[in-house]
């Protein structure tokens, strides 16, 4: 049980487990998970951490086939500058290593947006926890529990 799946359960939303089995040379993490559990790729999502005005951290949830637009991720959280966070300092904040950072459970509370397009799915995956295990939810439900904003986050 990863303090994600625990959150997703202590609320009672409906969700599904998806597990497999990850290999540690793949090159994309999130289109690996997309690949070995047959999903359409726009329909799994990334977890980003990303520092904002040089000092606030906050939490990015876009498609495994999309691209951060860091100044879209600035103009959604009302700050000038967004830079990727260093990845030590990820690790930390969230409780989770790369590649199985989840936008649930982490163990500060960090303002999340989640990329617009996730409202065009029925249900979207993220990271559960760990790598190799995903999440299946509602996009409204993972709102719900990360207080987050739905936001334009990608490149075009």
């Given at each position: 049980m990863t303090p994600?799946?625990?959150?997703?359960?202590t609320a009672g939303i409906a969700c599904t487990l998806h597990e497999?089995?990850?290999?540690?040379?793949a090159a994309?993490?999130?289109?690996?998970?997309?690949e070995k559990l047959g999903l359409p790729p726009e329909q799994v999502f990334k977890t980003l951490i990303v520092k904002l005005d040089g000092n606030q951290l906050s939490v990015a949830v876009l498609p495994?086939?999309?691209?951060?637009?860091?100044k879209q991720m600035a103009?959604?959280?009302?700050?000038k500058k967004a830079v990727m966070a260093d990845p030590a300092e990820v690790e930390r904040v969230t409780g989770?290593?790369?590649?199985?950072?989840s936008p649930l459970g982490q163990k500060k509370r960090l303002a999340t947006f989640i990329d617009a397009s996730a409202r065009q799915h029925a249900t979207i995956h993220v990271s559960a926890g760990r790598r190799g295990l995903e999440i299946e939810l509602a996009p409204g439900?993972?709102?719900?529990?990360?207080d987050a904003l739905f936001m334009p986050l990608a490149m075009n």
């Open positions: 994600a799946l625990e959150q997703a359960r497999y089995l990850h290999d540690p040379g994309s993490y999130g289109l690996e998970a997309a495994v086939t999309q691209q951060l637009s860091l103009r959604a959280a009302g700050a989770y290593v790369l590649g199985g950072v439900d993972l709102a719900a529990l990360t």
